[in-house]
């Protein structure tokens, strides 16, 4: 992979041992263009901030996208300072608190059980109000019998904690009838973490629409929006690419209801190319047969390969500078293991990957780091350093 010149520049002034996150607001830009531009017009586009929460990636997806999508009371917090212009709050195991929280911020809620909306219209009678006055608009998350797709995690036409069970739609939609103070205005049906099928997710969109629709039908909703929520795929160790184009073709010509609106709320897509994860190498060791780079920094700071188990391609970034009066250790022509600093067989980066030349000192650059990097890794675990966290 080639490196950006400012991810080079920020680097390469970053200070020793080298251990850092390069965030890149120009790619941030271009993947929300790239998004839009496969979108059928008027659909709406959040960002889903638990990709990546650094402060100043959400202002700028606040800026360029129609909002954000929150998923706790702290995602909450860092969109209200980011100045989004529209906020939607989801996930499952909402407190009291960040219900109140998220109605006082003027969000849209994705209920995801009858019990938790009644304790938002509980948490109504106890004095939050929606700022534009009215009643609070709700989407009710479903957990679909059909409406699976193929990706890394699957959350519907499944057993999994999310959404209410599309067999007990009618028990909430009563539910939601008599709770007051809250408006039914659609439904959410994100479904599947990292696809790569275009294809299938424009078909997928396609069969949510007329779904909702006819579950609108069916139940006497008021349909106002649709959330598909995210999950459109980003695939780290190989070639493969989710498709936009065909993404645009596959949507072309989707007709929605008069007055109802298409959301889309992807958080990996749009953040992972603009990441970076940079760590020096501290040493090179050869045990067993296997070679190893050791280097400061590892998966209690870019935990997805460790999570999903997959090797994560670097780039060898050369550092000359080599300050101690003894030969520098280096490999030629083989392959190594990317290892990081913690005492655990299992904080490994990269599995054999072939490197022309490798040096202690040299840094290891592992691109499209930019969504669930950071942010979903165990940074207490061995007290290390955390890494610097650049903004170009
Ligand atoms: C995680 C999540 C998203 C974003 O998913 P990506 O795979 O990052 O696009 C969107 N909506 C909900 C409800 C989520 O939980």
Redesign the pocket.
């Known amino acids: 992979m080639t490196l950006p010149a400012s991810v080079v520049a920020a680097v390469r002034t970053a200070s020793t041992p080298v251990c850092a996150y390069v965030y890149q607001r120009q790619a941030l830009a271009a993947a929300v263009a790239a998004v839009r531009e496969a979108l059928p017009a008027g659909a709406g586009l959040?960002y889903?901030v638990?990709?990546n929460g650094h402060p100043e990636v959400v202002a700028q997806f606040a800026g360029r996208c129609d909002g954000l999508?929150v998923?706790s009371g702290g995602e909450l917090a860092l969109a209200v300072a980011a100045g989004a212009r529209r906020v939607a709050f989801?996930?499952p195991g909402k407190t009291d608190d960040e219900l109140a929280a998220a109605v006082r911020a003027g969000a849209v809620l994705?209920v995801e059980s009858v019990g938790e909306l009644r304790r938002l219209a509980w948490t109504l009678g106890q004095g939050a109000r929606w700022p534009g006055g009215g009643r609070v608009p709700v989407a009710v998350?479903v957990n679909r019998a059909g409406g699976a797709l193929t990706?890394?995690?699957q959350?519907t036409g499944a057993a999994t904690p999310?959404g209410v069970d599309e067999a007990q739609l009618g028990e909430f939609v009563t539910a939601a009838g008599l709770a007051p103070g809250v408006r039914l205005v659609g439904f959410?049906l994100?479904a599947?973490?990292?696809?790569l099928d275009a294809k299938a997710y424009a078909a997928f969109v396609r069969e949510a629409v007329a779904w909702a629709g006819a579950a609108a039908g069916q139940h006497g909703v008021d349909l106002r929006m649709v959330?598909v929520?995210?999950?459109?795929?980003v695939d780290y160790a190989g070639g493969e690419r989710f498709d936009l184009g065909a993404l645009r073709v596959g949507l072309a010509g989707l007709e929605l209801p008069p007055g109802v609106e298409l959301v889309f709320?992807?958080?990996?897509?749009?953040?992972a190319d603009a990441g970076w994860y940079a760590a020096q190498v501290l040493d090179l060791k050869r045990t067993h047969g296997r070679w190893f780079a050791v280097l400061r920094g590892g998966t209690h700071h870019f935990r997805l390969p460790a999570a999903w188990g997959y090797s994560h391609p670097f780039t060898v970034l050369p550092v000359d500078r080599w300050p101690y009066p003894f030969a520098r250790p280096q490999v030629v022509g083989v392959e190594v293991d990317a290892v990081g600093e913690l005492c655990t067989p299992r904080d490994v980066l990269t599995r054999g990957q072939r490197v022309d030349r490798l040096r202690v000192g040299d840094v290891l650059v592992f691109g499209r780091a930019g969504?669930?990097g950071w942010d979903i890794s165990h940074h207490e675990f061995l007290r290390h350093p955390k890494p610097a966290l650049i903004v170009v």
């Not at 929520?229 to 795929?233: A, H, K, P």
């Open positions: 959040l889903a638990k990709a999508e998923a989801g996930g994705h998350r990706g890394s995690h959350m999310f959410h994100h599947v973490s990292n696809s959330n929520g995210g999950g459109l795929g709320e992807p958080g990996r897509f749009l953040a969504a669930y």
